[in-house]
DNA sequence: CTGAATTAGTTGAAGGAACAACTAAACGCC
DNA sequence: GGCGTTTAGTTGTTCCTTCAACTAATTCAG
């Protein structure tokens, strides 16, 4: 079967993706550290323990939130928990289970980074587009992500009604 | 000043936005491992030299298009030209500046790669999304490239009439 | 000209991520 | 109810990226 290469629209969408894909995280990961001491990584773990119940989580159900695999996280989870921002105790009701629990000092950290990161993002995404573009952005995002994560692992926790 | 936090939709198009961005690079490096014992970046570094006139740039030109620091890129071509798919040379008009350029194997390299490579991203990205959204997209990224790539560094090989 | 500052690139060391191997607990089933 | 399989998580190794230090060539100022 012969190759279907991308026409000149879909080239253009797919080169700036690309770039933007590229791009993002050097911008997100900046600011972040610069301000905060802390990778975007670091800082989504800390914000999916922040809006969990108890501000605490299953290390897979966590790694599953971050797109992390299991090792990755849990060396992540160390150097957090060595930091004091997170801490670890073995769950009761499995105990193979780990459950990871962002501490107060935790909470406080992400309360501080918070506005400063949204603010960044505003500044580099928000405000370069219209509201029809949200909106549009919006609704690609949906569509890319039901092959991408079909179970909608990533986004879970920011679709409550 | 008080944050201005994101509302709804805003919130959406971010979160959406931030899944493909963490969840895209994966996608694209296991089929190009897997199938070209390429990563993405390897490829793309390929890719720019095989569109450069002679196949050849200098290394800074190249980190610029590729988004990499000189110090990346130049651990990156050593391994590269270790496996012979790129060569080294100094530039004869500036003695500081080194020429990289891509080889006979190279090309073959990213030639047999292509095909793969592009029905990948077709599958995740192109066939999710209406032509509509294909040409929407293609917009958004070029709005927010103008603030993460004011000089458009990374897709200026693609924007030849 | 000549010396200071800038630019191009490499190299080495340190930190983080992917992968493989491992431990331990729970499940499943006959 | 014991044995194989699956699941949860950690640990160690290898590879890659980043950062800092360095060399060498070029530019620029006086």
Redesign the pocket.
Known sequence: MDTQWLDKDELGAWVGLVAVVELLP?VLDAQL?RDSGL?H?EYYVLAMLSEAPERTL????L?QQTN????????????LEERGVVE?SP?PD??????ARLTGKGLAAIEAAAPGHVDNVRRHVIDALTRDQVSQLHDIAAALLERLDPNGLLTAVYERP
């Open positions: 050097g550290r990778t990584f299953r290390m897979t159900e790694a992390a695999t299991l090792p990755r996280l849990s060396h992540v989870v160390r150097r670890r769950c499995d105990r193979r289970a780990t459950n």
